[in-house]
């Protein structure tokens, strides 16, 4: 019946367009809203979306707040934590159990060399898919606001960079407001085993992210069943 009515509602929506599917908290004083996934792609038979601001701020390994940037060890996206928070805390927090049924189990590979492939309901965007997506999207895609909640200081410590220097291309409009834009992570291991690849403010790929780093955002991705 759940898919019945996503059909219906959502079949025809075209990559570029928005959908509302799940909650999770979007004010600084952690309210929960709708969240707005942007469509990247349409099989007619499941959407494959990313969410359209950045929804926390985490790091990609490691949960104490005594780590500082530099303290970063050597991990997989098979293995970080960023990985375990997706499928399960924030899986739990933002889907009730009709919407859990519609979110399919997603084959994750150009995780970095020699990194396992992986299958998760909710994943970050690989290097390869950003390439992929940014030539049908355009690099609007990759700039990125968060929302208010995900720019509060986190009990681990974490804290959302924003923007705020003079390039205005590392801004975006939104609601009549100009918005800093904030990094956000790629799943794809970076240029060392201790890195992860993100994406800068400006909608850059970059490969040299600590993966202790607590000033980077997530934008989470799914693919929700059609039929």
Known sequence: MEKDLLALTCGNTKPGEFITFGKYPQTADGIEQEIVWRVLQNSGNELFVLSESILDCKRY???STELKWRDCTETTWHDCDL???LNHEF???AFHAAEKRLIKTTYCAGNGEGCPDTGDKVFLLSVDEVKVLTEIHGKGLLRAVGTGFA???KPDGCSLYVYDKTNKDNYIMKDGEELGCSWWW???QG???TRAC???TGGSIRSYGNN???GYGVRPALRIHLS
């Open 61 to 63: 390994h490691g949960q």
């Open 83 to 85: 990985r375990e928070w």
């Open 91 to 93: 899986y739990d927090a």
């Open 151 to 153: 720019k509060t200081k």
């Open 186 to 188: 790629l799943r794809t």
């Open 191 to 193: 240029n060392k085993p």
């Open 198 to 200: 993100f994406v800068g």
């Open 212 to 214: 202790s780093i607590g």
